[in-house]
Nanobody
């Protein structure tokens, strides 16, 4: 099947930067959308940023101007560059691949990564 493996989380101070990566492996024909969600303690999981196979992006308002999402379609990898981090960005960040086709014309699936912790100290 398909696995998503995230990396790049850690502990930083406010104002610093981190870069998250998520690589999808397995028998993949195409992925429509790759995105990043986050979940802070006691809060619902929220969509942070998304990127389509064509490069279109969208962001939650709280990260606009600070975070940049990008993807390498050839590597089935998505990145999240996070700058000017704030304590309120502290959460577990999850990679998601949506509209995954394992073969041409086949059904689509959705897969999640295991999550990576991002902690921003003040």
């Amino acid at each position: 099947q398909v696995q998503l493996v995230e990396s790049g989380g850690g502990l930083v101070q406010a104002g610093e930067s981190l870069r998250l990566s998520c690589a999808a492996s397995g028998t993949i024909f195409s992925i429509d959308v790759m995105d990043w969600y986050r979940q802070a303690p006691g809060k619902q999981r929220e969509l942070v940023a998304a990127v389509t196979s064509g490069g279109g992006t969208n962001y939650v308002d709280s990260v606009k101007g600070r975070f940049t999402i990008s993807r390498d379609n050839a590597k089935n990898t998505v990145y999240l560059e996070m700058n000017s981090l704030k304590p309120e960005d502290t959460a577990v960040y999850y990679c998601n691949a949506d509209g995954v086709r394992l073969r041409l014309g086949g059904p689509t699936y959705r897969f999640w990564g295991q999550g990576t912790q991002v902690t921003v100290s003040s």
